[in-house]
């Protein structure tokens, strides 16, 4: 079975600019979280999504946003880039999201903010 | 807050040698931990995990305890090898109280684990 595939890989915008990251999911599972992951803050919840409906949302402030397509299929989007969105942004998938699903992470795709 | 604990230590080991790796979790109602492996330039990788109503648990090489007690987590490998270098993260699942932790993991800092051969 096919591990969670994310596009693109590696990504270099401008402040200001804004980006679309894409995420496939594990054949079967319905939920996808998003991480952010930098250095000095480590690996951080973004939001989580399952049929299609954003279920939980962690503390990022709202040029981060994300939706969910039926086939499982997740998108995130920064608007407005600043510096410190520069990071890994992780994506993570489960059968259903609940507490005692295992997730499966992508190989992420790494943002640069220049 | 809830948090899960490492301070980014660094173990370095010699191959063969076994590796014990701690983590102090805060959050008293999580009820699922799980222990992932980062390689430079991927995404973490699951190892093993274990549920509150466990105290261990075993896998191929791996070993991961829990002492809810002092909220204490730790994952033992055996005979490390050079392919085991990475950085090694334990995470908890916050319990989902009402749903609030749908799809949320919350993750400790990380350890740097250095095999030498």
């Known amino acids: 079975k096919a591990g969670v595939t994310q596009t693109p890989r590696y990504l270099i915008k401008t402040r200001g600019q804004q980006v679309t990251l894409s995420c496939s999911p594990i054949s079967g599972h319905r939920s996808v979280s998003w991480y952010q992951q930098t250095p000095g803050q480590g690996l951080q919840f973004l939001f989580e999504y399952f049929s299609e409906t954003q279920r939980n949302k962690g503390n990022f402030p709202g040029r981060f946003s994300g939706r969910q397509f039926s086939n499982s299929r997740s998108e995130m989007n920064v608007s407005t880039l600043e510096l410190g969105d520069s990071a890994l942004y992780l994506c993570a998938s489960s059968l259903q999201g609940q507490g005692l699903d295992t997730q499966y992470f992508g190989p992420g795709t790494r943002l640069t903010v220049l | 807050g809830e948090s899960v604990g490492l301070h980014l230590p660094t173990l370095s080991v010699q191959e063969g040698d076994n590796s014990i790796i701690n983590c102090a979790y805060s959050?008293?109602?999580?009820?699922?931990f799980i222990w992932y492996k980062q390689e430079s330039g991927k995404g973490p990788q699951f190892i093993i995990d274990?549920?509150?109503?466990?105290d261990k648990r075993q896998g191929q090489r791996v070993t991961v305890l829990l002492n809810k007690t002092v909220k204490h987590l730790s994952l033992q490998i055996a005979a490390t090898q050079p392919g085991d270098s990475a950085v090694y993260f334990c995470?908890?699942?916050?319990?989902?109280?009402?749903?609030?932790?749908?799809?949320?993991?919350?993750f400790g800092q990380g350890t740097i684990l250095t095999v030498h051969p």
């Open positions: 995470a908890e699942n916050g319990g989902n109280a009402g749903g609030t932790s749908y799809g949320k993991l919350t």
């Open positions: 959050n008293s109602a999580s009820d699922y």
């Open positions: 274990i549920r509150s109503n466990m």
